[in-house]
């Protein structure tokens, strides 16, 4: 079995709950080195989690040759510059999603994968969770008839850290570095889930605004597209709402029921057919990457084949700037 060392460049939040975990945890990975900008955050990172290298250079991680695989989890502007560094070096990465902070980086990202021969896996991890496969289930075998419309709608209140100074407020707000708003942040897991079921996105229009006045980036958007199978959909976020209209779901009609579903809440999934009305309760893992992470593993040691691709996750970019009006 071939052994994949992993080198993180970023050791954030979702390093410690979501992802970070799952890389020891899978056999023949193992993390052995972090990167931080800041020196006492990687080197409190590497103690806490028992790594034996932290450094405060990408490119020193990245030439490190302990290390033969790299993940990053960094802000989406530097996602780009990243992987192509560790790209050219030879050594295989796995990004956090979106795969970048445009369309345009995207197909640069690709464009180096394909003439490196290096892969670039990204974290679009629910395609592999349990609650998400039993959604695609229940399309794929009919059990709602032909699927007519989608529906996305998300909507919450204000976040506290909103209402900070411009120089406090979180990454995600500042688009020359999150590309958008939180609806760069979190639409692209609603659409990828979409597109691993009904194929690509080939049209798409959107309306975006700032109707709370909290911040700079876009905090309201309406959206319609279209699959390429002609299926047509609509999404409309909301993130300066009222609390009254708290609300993560995803409707899936067909000519024979609907069901719909949560992405961030994972509330039960609710099947309505001419039979009745089903909720199925679908548990996911500790540790919400580890199925992905173990995918994107056995396609390095050659025993398997991980389709989370930086050319699958592309088509999310390009619709997300096409609902921006980036181009």
């Given at each position: 079995m071939k052994q994949i060392n992993w080198g993180f460049i970023g050791c954030g939040e979702v390093t410690e709950i979501k992802s970070g975990p799952a890389f020891n945890e899978v056999p023949g990975s193992r993390i052995v080195a972090v990167m931080s900008r800041?020196?006492?955050k990687a080197k409190s990172y590497a103690r806490r989690h028992g790594i034996p290298k932290w450094f405060t250079d990408a490119q020193a991680l990245v030439d490190d040759p302990d290390v033969n695989a790299v993940y990053i989890?960094?802000?989406p502007s530097s996602h780009a510059t990243y992987a192509i560094m560790a790209m050219h070096a030879g050594k295989p990465v796995y990004?956090?999603?979106p795969l970048a902070a445009s369309y345009d980086d995207c197909a640069r990202v690709n464009h180096v994968s394909q003439v490196t021969g290096v892969p670039c896996y990204v974290a679009?991890?629910?395609r592999y969770l349990p609650y998400f496969d039993k959604v695609k289930d229940?399309?794929?075998?009919?059990?709602?008839?032909k699927a007519i419309n989608v529906q996305i709608r998300f909507s919450c209140p204000p976040r506290q850290l909103d209402y900070n100074k411009p120089e406090d407020r979180p990454w995600r707000l500042q688009p020359d570095i999150a590309g958008?708003?939180?609806f760069y942040d979190l639409a692209p897991h609603q659409l990828d889930l979409l597109q691993?079921?009904?194929g690509v996105i080939t049209h798409a229009e959107g309306y975006s605004g700032n109707r709370g006045g909290l911040y700079?980036?876009?905090?309201?958007?309406?959206?319609?597209?279209r699959f390429e199978n002609g299926l047509p959909g609509s999404g409309s976020w909301c993130f300066v709402g009222h609390d009254s209209a708290r609300e993560d779901r995803i409707e899936i009609i067909g000519d024979k029921g609907m069901v719909s579903f949560s992405v961030f809440d994972y509330q039960p999934i609710e099947l309505i057919t001419s039979s009745g009305r089903e909720l199925l309760d679908v548990p996911n893992p500790k540790y919400v990457q580890k199925p992905l992470i173990k995918a994107v593993i056995e396609s390095l040691q050659g025993t398997g084949n991980c389709k989370c691709t930086s050319i699958s996750a592309t088509p999310v970019n390009w619709v997300m700037d096409r609902i921006l009006g980036k181009f």
């Open positions: 800041r020196a006492e989890a960094t802000p990004v956090e999603k679009y991890y629910r229940i399309v794929m075998t009919g059990r709602i008839g958008g708003g939180y691993n079921i009904f700079t980036a876009e905090d309201t958007v309406s959206a319609c597209f």
